[in-house]
């Protein structure tokens, strides 16, 4: 199945450290969202992008839709330990009722 | 608020056993998805399912079957359980309308299969 390529696959920085993350395909895709998974539980939406070139915010975190409408990024500006966690990206194509997902970013904080 | 909930957050299989994993979504969603998580490979989506009665499959539907009677709940159906099934089984539900169309998950089961 497609998948999206998500990178990095891990991350270990210090508090206070802003993160990057960003995914890319070779589709295009309608919709990108970002999620994040705490230890132990399901994952939760942080941001949802539908149009190419949008911009949103959300606290501390910040997305991207690409102008190309095949990338995706986000950022985590002063990272804090209650942002230790898995980042996954989805995509949804065109006319499609399901999403992509990539393959996730395991970020880690050192206090 | 939505919420999705999984019958277990644990449970322990031999291999051959039939496994029955539950899901209820409280928002009257048409959307129910069932995902495996694997370190490394993300979210792999196994059966979706649009509609009472509905369901396709999705990118790993092998050794799982599905049913949906009503509405709210969708359960994953493992046959014969074998170790390589051994995962992390999550829940989603959505609208239907492709402009709210945010998948809400459950906890998540995790399934060991000895």
């Known amino acids: 199945g497609q998948q999206l390529n998500q990178s990095p696959q891990s991350m270990f920085i210090q508090e206070g450290e802003d993160v990057s993350m960003n995914c890319t395909s070779s589709?295009?895709?309608?919709?990108w969202l970002w999620y994040k998974q705490d230890p132990g539980e399901g994952p939760v939406l942080l941001i949802a992008?539908?149009?190419?070139?949008e911009l949103t915010s959300n606290g501390r975190l910040t997305a991207q839709f690409g102008i190309t409408r095949k990338d995706s990024f986000l950022n985590i500006s002063a990272s804090i330990p209650s942002d230790v966690g898995i980042y996954f990206c989805?995509?949804?194509?065109?006319?499609?009722?399901?999403?992509?997902f990539g393959q996730g970013t395991r970020l880690t904080i050192n206090p | 608020d939505v919420k999705v909930t999984q019958s277990s957050r644990y449970l322990v299989k031999r291999t051959g056993e039939k496994v029955f994993l539950e899901c209820v979504q409280d928002?009257?969603?048409?959307?129910m998805f069932w995902y495996r998580q694997d370190p490394g490979l993300g979210l792999r989506l196994i059966y979706f399912?649009?509609?009472?009665?509905?369901?396709e499959k999705g990118d790993i539907p092998e050794g799982y079957s599905v049913s949906r009677e009503k509405k709210e709940r969708f359960s994953l159906i493992l046959e014969s359980a074998s170790t390589n099934q051994t995962s992390m089984y999550l829940c989603?539900?959505?609208?239907?309308?492709?402009?709210?169309?945010?998948?809400?998950f459950g906890p998540g089961t995790r399934l060991t299969v000895l």
């Open positions: 989603a539900s959505s609208w239907a309308d492709p402009s709210t169309d945010t998948q809400y």
């Open positions: 589709s295009i895709f309608n919709t």
């Open positions: 992008l539908y149009k190419a070139g």
């Open positions: 989805a995509g949804q194509l065109w006319g499609a009722q399901k999403l992509v």
């Open positions: 928002m009257d969603h048409e959307n």
């Open positions: 399912s649009y509609d009472v009665k509905m369901k």
